[in-house]
């Protein structure tokens, strides 16, 4: 018998903190848009459960689900192994993993101190509030708002919509699982507004009309970008030219056509629930040391500094911190990362660290017993982009230090274990 829960903890930073996802931003966050959330779900079916957090930030890092799951695991006896945290890929959010240059701003560590306890209070929370509960599945399509931001006239796009609807036995939604693919990068460095940017409008778009709380979950986004008005071809990592209501109006067009597959699913009350999960060692590119000293003389340098100058300079101090992160996620040269899977009928969820290039994750669907296959990128890691080896070949932002630590049979690797854990959950 299966049995979810749900339930939606608000995670808006106050006013000040530094922002991430753009380096170019020079000072912290001026104004709250809209708010950020932790959209929980919890499922089992009386012999396995599993419960997942989608939050409105750039990243979870491998700290903050540590935390989140210690508690989670404790409260509620499942299996660490169990719980995931989900990243929407949000550049409109609070600086999570340091990708800032602003050196001025408030409340960042206070933030962040409180922030594993909200996630782990709504995951326990929605544990709480299980009930019986019928599941359904499809898929639709959503054409028009994404390009292949490498490649822009002729590059691979997945315009896939999956929906996953839980509902209680009156046929009120509990939670809906709703799965797309592209950065969420509407809003551009020049926004200083918080804002959950398109994927935190799906989920409004969803709620409002259907009840309930939606996961968005961002799919194999690594090279997609959005096309919105204003978009140029020949600029296509620009994104200065996004606005506000263009995050609303993509966030409704990608909610409205969940809403379609929510509403056109037949729900069943006799599926089973199986959860899989396997460990993979990923080999790093070799990753400069950066010593104290070095950062010591490039923060001295900066005070004399302005201009063009000075950005590179605060890139460069940028660069130093984030290597220095990796070396101390990473010490032996090898990310140890994980990939997690849940089954509900013919119904399939993989949980992949990482920005992954599209044609990866249509290498997994193609390759996947399902019928119907999520495959969601930003889980539980920092890891940065998994580029496929022919990336590697061209060259470009992607391929490159710092947003790629990497090496190129990482994108193989992940894949494989992707489709293993695919495979586990169906053998049991």
Known sequence: MLEAGASKVRITPPIGVPMDGYASRDKPSQGIHDNLYARCLAIADGERGFALASIDLLYATRSL?????????????????????????NHSGPSIVGFHTAQQYEFLEEYLSILPCLISSGIVEAFNSRRRAKAGYGRGEVKGWTINRRKPTTGTRDEEL???????????????????????????????????????????????????????????????????????IDRVYDRAVGRLEDAIRMGRAIGGEAIKVLNSVECREDLSLSVAHRDVQLKLRPIPEVTEEEVAALREKLKGAGGREAEEIKFK????????????????????????????????????????????????????????????????????????????????????????????????????????????????
């Open 65 to 89: 689900t540590e935390q989140v799951r210690e508690v989670v695991s404790r409260k509620t006896g499942l299996p660490r192994e169990s719980v995931a945290i989900v990243a929407v890929h």
């Open 162 to 232: 999956i929906a996953l609807r839980l509902e209680d036995y009156d046929g009120r939604l509990i939670s809906a699982l709703v799965n797309y693919t592209c950065h969420a990068v509407v809003l551009g460095g020049n926004n200083y507004m918080i804002s959950g940017d398109y994927p935190g409008y799906v989920s409004r778009t969803v709620e409002r009309v259907e009840g309930g709380v939606c996961l968005f979950l961002n799919g194999a986004f690594g090279d997609i970008n959005p096309l919105t008005p204003g978009t140029r």
């Open 317 to 428: 101090l940028l660069t130093a911190k984030f290597l220095r992160l990796v070396h101390t996620i990473f010490p032996h040269g090898f990310a140890d990362v994980e990939v997690q899977g849940f089954r509900i009928g013919n119904f399939v969820a993989v949980l992949l660290p990482g920005e992954v290039f599209v044609d990866l994750g249509l290498m997994i669907k193609s390759r996947s017993k399902a019928d119907v296959t999520m495959v969601v990128g930003c889980s539980n890691e920092l890891l940065g982009y998994v580029p496929t080896e022919e990336a590697f070949d061209e060259g470009g932002y992607e391929v490159n230090f710092p947003v790629c630590i990497v090496e190129r049979e990482a994108s193989r690797e992940l894949v494989e274990a992707a489709c293993r854990v695919i495979d586990d959950l169906f053998s049991l």
